[in-house]
């Protein structure tokens, strides 16, 4: 409990319901409302809109709340199809109460924002790069191809609640695959995992669907150790618990994106950073002729998967390290043509961006899964005199916050 700040106004309480106008979206799934001059982080609503909100959290200078009820509600509100998207339940579904176009306004105003606060660019710079968050073909439910369910004590698979490790047993996950839903590792089926602390579930563009238990050991119980996935005109093998990316159609968008802009051409030298099971340096061998395409993955299954899927590509070199590591330590060298970079939430960080920068390539396009931390590592190159010279966002995730972003930087003139 808080008591009365210097200027004898009483701060919130937890579990306290107050009543707020609510304000602008922002990073996080949530909107900015005050309360008596404190911030407070709502979810569950809209800007705009009059609520009741609880307080669920209090921190130094702000708070968390959850809208518990509506009294005044955005014209962009809508009834959240799937049951446990309320407040103290299920955290995975960010966007379930707002209506599809209002939900790629929210994201590609999370965009403008961080790219504006984080970023270092003026908002007629923004203008310029006609920022849009796009809508992949599928719709809002149903697209999600890999799910990962928490386990709890009883040994019921579930879904985690918000910012908690508490797991919420579940009888459906709207957004997941169909094949994942008809699947029976849910509790009303009476599954029961009393050995594992998650399981994944995977239902893949190939047409395989698996089941991995996850423990100290990881093992299918249900369907084929390795999936395949189509994509970018090929066909992928990798371990059911391995990484693709989760929404049916992101595969083959990103290729495209990244082709698009970065333009490689034959006979230049790429780098394809972070590289995973290698989707992005298949796509530059097929653009670069025999040039050498140089994959860089720090993943012991993600280097595997590369050499066994991109064995066909001679001209692709597979080097097993860290980023950071490969370009400190000179394993990976330039000069290079042109470079794409995939790096995981965190961004790819300062020293990853100088030693691009250093190596002189006439290109770079950078796919990032978090605007803040794209914002971050375009302010770096910029520093560098280096131009986000476009930007795409893609609505990867729809009903959630999350958005991904393909970006072209381009050295000075």
């Not at 250093?358 to 375009?378: E, H, K, L, M």
Request: negative net charge.
């Amino acid at each position: 409990m808080t008591g009365p700040d210097a200027d004898g106004r009483r701060g919130l309480e937890e579990a306290e319901r107050v009543e707020l106008t609510v304000g602008a979206v922002a990073p996080g799934g949530h909107c900015v409302a005050r309360v008596d001059g404190q911030v407070v982080f709502v979810r569950h609503a809209l800007p705009g809109e009059r609520v009741v909100a609880e307080v669920t959290e209090l921190h130094r200078g702000f708070a968390r709340a959850d809208a518990v009820e509506v009294l005044a509600a955005s014209p962009d509100r809508v009834e959240p199809p799937c049951p446990y998207a309320k407040p103290g339940r299920c955290g995975g579904c960010d966007l379930q109460h707002v209506a599809p176009a209002a939900q790629l306004d929210w994201k590609t105003t999370v965009v403008r924002e961080q790219l504006t606060r984080l970023g270092g660019l003026t908002d007629a710079e923004v203008d310029r790069l006609g920022v849009r968050v796009e809508a992949l073909p599928g719709g809002l439910l149903g697209w999600r191809s890999r799910v990962r369910y928490a386990v709890d004590a009883a040994g019921r698979a579930g879904l985690l609640k918000h910012r908690s490790h508490e797991v919420l047993p579940i009888d459906r996950c709207l957004i997941a695959h169909p094949a994942i839903q008809e699947l029976s590792v849910l509790a009303p089926s009476g599954a029961r995992w009393p050995d594992a602390d998650a399981v994944e579930t995977v239902a893949s563009t190939g047409g395989d669907v698996s089941v991995v238990a996850v423990a100290e050991a990881v093992a299918p119980v249900i369907g084929p150790a390795v999936v395949r996935e189509v994509a970018a005109g090929r066909e992928w093998r990798l371990p059911a618990g391995g990484f693709w990316q989760v929404h049916p159609a992101a595969a083959d968008t990103l290729v495209a994106a990244v082709l698009e802009l970065l333009d490689p051409r034959p006979g230049e030298s790429a780098w394809d950073l972070y590289g995973g099971a290698g989707l992005f340096a298949a796509a530059l061998a097929g653009r670069v002729s025999d040039a050498r395409v140089t994959l860089v993955e720090s993943s012991e299954q993600g280097v595997a998967a590369a050499r066994k899927n991109l064995a066909d590509l001679p001209q692709v070199e597979v080097v097993a390290a860290r980023v950071e590591t490969a370009l400190a330590r000179r394993r990976v060298t330039g000069p290079v043509d042109v470079v794409v970079l995939d790096p995981p939430r965190s961004g790819a960080g300062a020293q990853v961006v100088r030693d691009i920068v250093a190596a002189g390539p006439r290109a770079a396009t950078y796919v990032a899964c978090d605007p803040a931390a794209f914002a971050r590592d375009a302010r770096t190159f910029a520093r560098h005199g280096w131009r986000l010279a476009a930007l795409r966002g893609y609505d990867l995730f729809p009903m959630t916050q999350h958005v991904e972003l393909v970006g072209l930087l381009l050295p000075p003139d």
